[in-house]
């Protein structure tokens, strides 16, 4: 039922994400047909969009799964009902989750079926080119990465745009921060999504996925001390 | 399994130097009709929020239908239907779309209660939650709470914004029910009408202390006002008086307990006892506050 209640919430939001997702680059490729842009730029037209979209996705998600939920009018209706508090959390979570994935397979399927259609290689070499696949999933791993700290920070600020403005101060900061110390002092500090050094891509994305749990289940232990 | 719907034993409640509920210990009977009263700030709905596990208490403990608030929340949740002081819910959902989250939640939802009090109360149920008035506001809230089949209910300031139609409507509603279901009702309120009409059973709140709980009959029964005639009587409030107004040779006195052994005490003492007479419990609330303050 509060699956049900999530969706509805977010719906016209992840309706009109999806047609965007689906129309960017069949649009751009129609527009620039004729021009050689897409034969030279398509693939990385492709990866910018398609990063950008995600993003925007998860920072508006994860403000807007969160916030009416554990605002403070609706709350004491919430909790009354016979359910764990990690329940309402995790479930609107897994709403908003479901929804950045649909957006991100929606977009890469069209931008690689456009690709292909455009470049007259085979669907397959375009969707499963190996460098483009690592840069696509890296742009799905920071957009969960990026979900999950919006979604934590709303439910502990109880509040939709202070979660969201919590979240893309860090978003933002961390690489400028990152940046400012390895100038400083000479230390690399691990920037979220980015691959870490010592590790293979995927075992890197495997650590960032952790640590964007790792927010949802700090939420959660904020969640089960709120007072209300 | 004792015969308490709620049992509470020195439950406190303190926001950083502030006491908002002070050790307090409630008894609620199974199938009573419990009216907690109270004047705005006196502790009642902090109270409430610790019932339902919603705050957590600084100290003592609670029990709800034999259970107890600290480790089994939910299944108190289960049982217990709650209106809220606060009469938001989400604002985009009718109430009919209330109503089916709401219905997945409970066992024993009724969906013949939905229609039955959505129909008396009047609600529009395919209006959106946000464009309802308040009083209807208020109405969902009762519907929710009515059509789950709760074996508890604990409402927050049931009645606010309802006309005195609807008010009426309600009290019939909860009078219904527990004769019918047997259910608790525990109600928060500082409507003292609305408590005297349907109550069995009264607690007094004021400043985070319980002032008073008894039986409703027992209290009205307990306190009365003797005005009595003569020179130099006792002017001095005591346990058993609790307030004494001179008027020239007229003094009123609000007693407690054994209102005719202290009539007799007077007219011993010369008075002429010109009456003695029942108070209403917006009178005998006055003169708690009063007292303690």
Not at chain 1, 178 to 187: L, V
Not at chain 2, 75 to 100: C, G, H, N
Request: hydrophobic share 50%; glycine share 8%; with cysteine.
């Amino acid at each position: 039922m509060y699956f049900w209640k999530c969706w509805r919430d977010t719906r016209s939001f992840f309706i009109v994400f999806v047609i965007i997702a689906a129309v960017v680059m069949p649009v751009a490729a129609v527009v620039c047909v004729g021009t050689g842009l897409l034969e030279n730029f398509g693939p990385e037209a492709f990866r910018s969009t398609f990063a950008l979209i995600i993003m925007f996705a998860a920072l508006a998600l994860g403000a807007l799964c969160a916030s009416e939920e554990f605002a403070g009018e609706t709350i004491h209706f919430l909790f009354t009902k016979p359910h764990s508090r990690g329940y309402f959390l995790w479930t609107g979570w897994a709403v908003g989750c479901v929804q950045l994935l649909a957006i991100a397979l929606v977009n890469w399927t069209a931008g690689s079926l456009t690709l292909a259609h455009y470049s007259k290689h085979p669907v397959h070499s375009a969707i499963f080119d190996s460098a483009m696949s690592q840069q696509l999933a890296g742009a799905v791993i920071e957009g969960l990465y990026v979900y999950c700290l919006t979604y934590a920070l709303t439910v502990v600020l109880r509040n939709g745009l202070r979660g969201l403005g919590a979240s893309m101060a860090i978003v933002f900061g961390v690489p400028f921060f990152a940046i400012a110390i390895r100038w400083r002092w000479k230390i690399n500090l691990p920037v979220p999504t980015v691959p870490i050094a010592s590790f293979s891509p995927l075992t890197s994305n495997i650590i960032w996925l952790i640590v964007a749990l790792l927010f949802v289940f700090a939420a959660q232990l904020a969640v089960e001390r709120f007072e209300i | 399994m004792n015969g308490l719907a709620i049992l509470t034993e020195h439950l406190s409640k303190s926001y950083g130097g502030k006491h908002a509920v002070e050790g307090i210990a409630l008894n609620v009977p199974r199938g009573a009709i419990y009216g907690f009263l109270g004047r705005n700030g006196a502790g009642k709905t902090t109270t409430v929020k610790m019932l339902l596990g919603l705050t957590r208490p600084t100290a003592g403990s609670a029990q709800v239908l034999g259970m107890s608030v600290a480790t089994e929340r939910i299944a108190i949740l289960r049982r217990t239907a709650f209106v809220s002081e606060k009469k938001s819910l989400f604002r985009s959902l009718t109430a009919s779309e209330l109503v089916r989250f709401s219905r997945g939640f409970y066992g024993t939802w009724s969906d013949r209660a939905v229609e039955k009090y959505s129909r008396l109360l009047e609600i529009p149920m395919q209006q959106r939650f946000a464009k309802l008035s308040n009083g209807n506001q208020t109405k969902v809230w009762l519907l929710l709470a009515l059509a789950q089949g709760a074996d508890l209910l604990i409402l927050d300031e049931p009645t606010t914004a309802l006309d005195p139609i609807s008010v009426d409507q309600v009290m019939h509603v909860f009078a219904e029910i527990a004769l019918d279901c047997g259910c608790t009702i525990f109600f928060s309120s500082h409507q003292l009408e609305e408590v005297e009409r349907i109550a069995e059973y009264a607690g007094f709140m004021d400043r985070g202390r319980l002032l008073l709980q008894s039986r409703l009959d027992d209290i009205k029964s307990e306190f009365r006002l003797i005005t009595a005639a003569g020179n130099s009587l006792p002017e001095q409030t005591s346990q058993q008086v609790l307030s004494v107004g001179v008027e020239g040779n007229f003094y009123r006195y609000v007693v407690t307990k054994d209102a005719d052994g202290f009539a007799a005490g007077l007219s011993r003492n010369g008075a002429t006892v010109t009456d003695v007479a029942p108070l209403s419990l917006r009178e005998i609330f006055l003169q708690l506050v009063q007292k303690e303050q």
